[in-house]
């Protein structure tokens, strides 16, 4: 690795509006001086695999400041020069990257494009947030890099959906947040919402519903207004393109084998009964599920698998597991047909019999699966990494088997929750204001050195039954999304709530640049924590 540098952070010292970055690099010094920048300034290119960087950098500009820069590959008397090392093998930290300058140039070099693409972000934090035609960056050396390779935020498509465009936009808070991960929950017993061409019901009948319940679950009444929307596979492949330019990977999921009224209603013969089924109009926990002792219910999700996976270039796909009553399966002589023909103990065996089929099948597509911590029960399939959401037990028990875990435990991670004390908004429950995300580590003290590295991150999900339109949405993400950001890149020893807590009203006034609509929790209770 690359290293002109230097000093760790000593975090007091750097703290000023003029440099004000979350997540905190790794190492960053603050030098006397600025770099102006206005419309006469030249974005030096000498790569191509950099436009993406510098495309983002200057829609950024155009944006918020009103100018962009001219793209060129000859420097001049004031200039940002982007470039990408070149390596003859694949560095220790393909996103690390390092950043200087002086009064005329500012020069940022990544150790890959996706390590250029997230030293422009930090770029993008030394920018001022009061609007002007002239900036001035103050000069900084920068040697930084993500602690976790897995670095993620989630969004729940099923219970409300959010367009395209607001799925851009969201990419882009991931983006500017230097995450990598989009995890797309796109199926659920409230509506399904990826097209599939070799199962038209599952959109025309499946992405919507006859209306939704009034108020919290089960609700004071509901509203009988048809509801819904999908995205067809022409924009799915649209945003896993945007998404990819940021280098963010998305991560489909497709739920299975609970969570799937919305799939059953479609087509009735996936479900034990026969049906008839709905897409559900309230939230909770159903008992529809995929039966599991019916093979043409395998083809089935084989054949949607098919269409799936090859509008996904991640080397994941999310398959759910979780929340999966076992009443249908008990009462089902098909399901108990399979359980005696494969001499399975119970239902849990069952699920996990279900998981591993489709593991395998999703193997033989050169994928892996992820699913939440359910997965475990009853035998955990032999590849699949595991989302631990209730708690952290499910991951530390699978890190234990030797099983990559991301961590996204519902007390820490959830942002559903409420960040104030005092219920400001209709919401699922729970109380999680920011000084919480920010305390938590994601790699419990009981694992051994070698079982922690099997934690490859966290993430932090977004279920959108009480978010009814993308403001309430940015409302419950911000600013707990700076938090998760810095919770996963910066090192442990640079971390420090009171220094972050001295970053974050900067952070909040460019996401007042943004027009972003985010929680004041932070000001208006700030001892709410913990
Ligand atoms: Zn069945």
């Not at 770099?35 to 495309?55: C, H, I, M």
């Amino acid at each position: 690795m690359s290293c002109f540098l230097i000093a760790s952070v000593h975090s007091q010292s750097i703290v000023s509006e003029a440099v004000s970055i979350i997540p905190q690099p790794a190492h960053l010094t603050v030098e006397k001086g600025s770099f102006r920048l206005d419309k006469n300034t030249a974005l030096v290119l000498t790569d191509p695999g950099d436009q993406a960087s510098a495309n983002f950098f200057n829609d950024y500009l155009k944006e918020v400041y009103g100018f962009s820069l001219k793209v060129t590959n000859k420097s001049g008397k004031n200039f940002i020069s982007l470039s990408t090392r070149k390596f003859f093998k694949a560095p220790d930290n393909e996103e690390h990257y390092t950043l200087e300058g002086n009064a005329t140039s500012m020069k940022l070099e990544g150790d890959s494009y996706a390590g250029t693409f997230r030293g422009v972000q930090t770029l993008i934090q030394l920018l001022p947030v009061t609007k002007s035609a002239t900036l001035h960056l103050p000069l900084v050396k920068v040697d930084d890099q993500p602690v976790y390779k897995y670095r993620g935020l989630h969004l729940d498509v099923g219970r409300h959906f959010f367009d395209v465009a607001f799925v851009k936009k969201y990419i882009n808070y991931i983006a500017l947040h230097k995450l990598n991960y989009f995890h797309w929950h796109l199926t659920e017993d409230q509506g399904w919402r990826i097209e599939i061409k070799r199962y038209p019901e599952l959109t025309r009948v499946g992405a919507y519903r006859d209306g939704t319940i009034i108020g919290h679950n089960p609700g004071t009444g509901n509203d009988h207004i048809r509801y819904g929307g999908f995205y067809t596979q022409d924009e799915i492949r649209d945003v896993v393109a945007y998404a990819a330019a940021r280098h963010i990977e998305v991560i489909p999921e497709i739920e299975m084998p609970g969570h799937a009224s919305a799939a059953l209603a479609s087509y009735p013969y996936l479900g034990c009964t026969g049906g008839p089924y709905q897409v559900k109009q309230a939230w909770g926990v159903f008992k529809d599920v995929y039966c599991a002792g019916n093979d043409s219910v395998f083809s089935f999700l084989e054949n949607v698998l098919d269409e799936v996976l090859p509008l996904f270039p991640s080397q994941y796909i999310h398959i759910g597991g979780d929340e999966c009553p076992k009443d249908s399966w008990k009462a089902c002589p098909k399901c108990q047909k399979r359980i005696q023909d494969n001499h399975l103990k119970d239902e849990h065996e069952l699920q996990s019999y279900f998981v591993q089929r489709i593991e395998k099948y999703i193997n033989s597509k050169g994928k892996k699966i992820i699913g939440w911590d359910e997965i475990l029960e009853g035998g955990l399939a032999p590849n699949a990494t595991v989302m631990s959401w209730r708690g952290e037990k499910g991951g530390i028990e699978a890190a234990k088997q030797n099983h990559e875990v991301i961590m996204t435990p519902g007390s820490y991670l959830y942002f559903d929750h409420s960040q104030t004390k005092k219920e400001d908004s209709l919401h699922i429950g729970g109380y999680l204001p920011i000084q919480k995300v920010y305390a938590y580590s994601p790699r419990p003290a009981e694992l051994t050195d070698a079982e922690q590295q099997k934690i490859i991150g966290a993430q932090a999900n977004v279920w959108t039954e009480y978010m009814a339109n993308p403001a309430k949405v940015e409302y419950m993400v911000f600013p707990r999304l700076a938090a998760l950001s810095e919770i996963l890149w910066s090192p442990a020893a640079s971390r420090d709530w009171n220094n972050f807590a001295q970053r974050l009203p900067t952070q909040l006034k460019r996401y007042d640049l943004w027009n972003v609509n985010y929680s004041r929790a932070f000001f208006t209770d700030p001892k709410n924590a913990l």
